[in-house]
């Protein structure tokens, strides 16, 4: 096998370690699990790293599993968190758990056939039918309170962080725990792999598998990766408005390619390797050339080319692209007119806007009125003339004269028109 783990070390992906790890998978396939809390419909950016390790795993001969966690989502993950979560009801659990499975199955085939297969499972498949009583025989028996307790998720709420913790959230661990021994005896699944925060849980879980078997069964494993972080110490995954979703229904593509293009540069150098497959040679020699001329963005380019098309498409990119082009490049009224409305929206969010009724813009509107009158463009007709004049206004990207009539043809998408003084100010005509 080849070494994943030199691999992902090299990339920034290795936090903790469980020593052995990196000779079981040198030795062999192994399954491998990584869960996804259902607390949306959808997946955010912070959650790229874990997809990305399963990919790899992947790539490099392993079996991948996925688990959603339908039944641990009831309880909420203490980890990281000063206070309890709100519990989910049953309806929105199981839209969410839904809604993360289509997620995951854009970057894992969960219908392939070969031996290292992906394998997609929901941990309420198991826990729904298995009794209070049974858990707290055969798995909360094996496990101390005194173990449980030195963990640092519950030592930080114990101690003072927010308003303590219930026995609901105390026992999350355990059933975390039970989610791999399960895994362990059914798909022979020998590590876990997640984020630093959650090195306790896995922990309970590689000790739960030791404690209820007994020789070569009782091996398991545990890996975490650094939470991602911004090089001003400031969230990872958030832009102004919010989360950066991995569905174009949350966050654009546009706005998603948006993101990875205004990365820093010291960002973009540790993200390229982090958020891409790109090969060691490929990205050290970006490096390099992002180094001798950064005003170019080399850096920032690739990874957003790169991100958007694993997430979203190639075709998904190219509109992004030229979205951005409109904004930023020369772009053409046909350009324009192949914006969708919420991007269009989205590429000129912030700029001017006047209504226009559509009885105007059929009957046709001489341009000096739309600029001064209709707008407030120009503050007088005369400033409207002589920006005419000098040639520097353009109609959606096209050159006009003072003679020219605003109509219907005009109209993107059937209800905006585009304004333009210059090379920088924008205006959005909107028709009601």
Request: proline share 2%; charged share 25%; glycine share 8%.
């Amino acid at each position: 096998m080849k070494n994943i783990i030199s691999e992902l070390q090299w990339r920034g992906l290795v936090h903790d370690i469980m020593p052995g790890t990196e000779e079981q998978l040198l030795k062999e396939m192994t399954a491998t699990y990584i869960g996804f809390d259902p607390t949306s419909d959808s997946l955010h950016i912070g959650s790229l790293v874990p997809i990305i390790l399963l990919v790899h795993l992947k790539n490099f001969g392993h079996k991948p599993i996925a688990l959603v966690g339908g039944a641990t989502g009831m309880i909420g993950d203490p980890s990281g968190k000063s206070d309890e979560r709100n519990l989910l009801d049953e309806v929105t659990l199981t839209r969410n758990v839904e809604g993360i499975k289509g997620v995951l199955g854009r970057f894992l085939d969960f219908n392939a056939t070969e031996v290292n297969a992906p394998v997609l499972v929901n941990n309420y498949d198991w826990m729904k039918d298995l009794s209070f009583i049974n858990f707290a025989r055969d798995v909360g028996k094996r496990i101390t309170v005194n173990y449980m307790m030195a963990k640092d998720s519950v030592k930080k709420r114990i101690n003072g962080e927010g308003e303590g913790m219930s026995f609901t959230e105390f026992t999350y661990q355990l059933i975390q725990g039970y989610d791999f021994y399960h895994l362990h005896k059914e798909y022979n699944c020998l590590l876990q792999m997640g984020g630093s925060d959650q090195w306790g849980n896995i922990t309970t879980g590689t000790e739960l598998v030791r404690r209820m078997n007994v020789g070569e069964e009782a091996k398991a494993f545990a890996m975490t990766c650094p939470l991602i972080t911004k090089a001003d110490g400031s969230k990872f995954g958030k832009s102004e408005g919010g989360n950066v979703w991995l569905t174009a229904d949350k966050t654009s593509v546009y706005k998603f390619y948006q993101f990875w293009l205004n990365t820093t540069d010291v960002d973009a150098e540790k993200y390229i390797k982090i958020f891409t497959f790109l090969d060691k040679e490929t990205i050290e020699a970006l490096i390099v050339e992002h180094q001798i001329a950064p005003h170019l963005r080399v850096l920032q380019k690739r990874l957003a080319e790169e991100l958007t098309t694993f997430v979203h498409s190639k075709e998904e990119l190219e509109k992004a692209q030229k979205a951005s082009t409109i904004l930023f490049g020369n772009a053409t009224a046909e350009d324009l007119k192949t914006l969708d409305e919420a991007t269009f929206l989205e590429v000129f969010d912030g700029v001017p806007q006047a209504e226009i009724a559509r009885t105007e813009i059929e009957v046709g509107i001489e341009i000096i009125t739309v600029l001064n009158e209709k707008t407030g463009f120009f503050k007088s007709n005369g400033e409207a003339r002589r920006a005419l004049t000098a040639n520097s206004i353009s109609i959606n990207k096209e050159k006009v004269k003072e003679d020219y009539v605003l109509g219907t043809n005009d109209l993107i998408n059937g209800q905006f028109v585009l304004l333009q003084s210059g090379k920088k100010n924008y205006f959005v005509v909107r028709v009601v």
